[in-house]
């Protein structure tokens, strides 16, 4: 692994390779269920068992990189509680229906999306101010995500896809030192 130098603890190399593998399964949902036209909500309505198997272990994989790495410049009491509120946050997100016809519940569920997106950037934005090489990539990744999503004029397959790997590579990026 190139980006792996011969000092680096099993610790770090183990969270390199779940980051991989991370990488992979953000994709899968795409490739198996749906296509780039659906974004994660639309899998998830069609295939929420598949979708849960490929996106948990990302997400777990997300929550251990974060928590290591805002840990180390952070109280870890601070760490656990923010990892805690953006978990619920997401929790929610994902149980609240989106439906093709506008109503309430599809309402709050881009309410919800809109919070936990917000909340993140927030995070990733305490986190980064130590991290320089990955907060240029999630720079990038972002600036990316958002012309794919202004390009289709919606939250879309691509757009959910390059931020959720920017997400994981930047995150892989901050614990690598």
């Not at 870890?76 to 149980?95: D, V």
């Not at 999306?113 to 999630?138: C, S």
Request: net charge positive; aromatic share 12%.
């Amino acid at each position: 692994m190139l980006i792996l130098s011969r000092d680096v603890s099993n610790n770090v190399k183990g969270l390199t390779v779940l980051g991989i593998l991370s990488m992979i399964l953000n994709a899968l949902p795409f490739f198996l269920f749906g296509s780039l036209k659906d974004n994660y909500t639309g899998i998830l309505n069609e295939h929420p068992l598949a979708l849960c198997c490929c996106l948990f272990p990302v997400l777990a994989y997300m929550c251990t990189a974060f928590y290591k790495a805002y840990s180390s410049h952070y109280p870890k009491k601070t760490a656990r509680n923010e990892l805690l509120w953006m978990l619920g946050i997401t929790a929610a997100l994902l149980i609240t229906p989106y439906h093709a016809q506008e109503d309430f519940w599809s309402g709050l569920h881009v309410l919800l999306g809109l919070a936990a997106f917000l909340n993140l950037n927030r995070l990733l934005f305490q986190l980064f101010l130590f991290h320089p090489r990955a907060r240029i990539i999630y720079i990038a990744g972002t600036t990316l995500a958002f012309l794919l999503a202004l390009s289709a004029l919606s939250i879309s397959g691509p757009s959910e896809l390059v931020y959720s790997e920017t997400i994981c590579l930047s995150l892989l990026f901050a614990n690598l030192r």
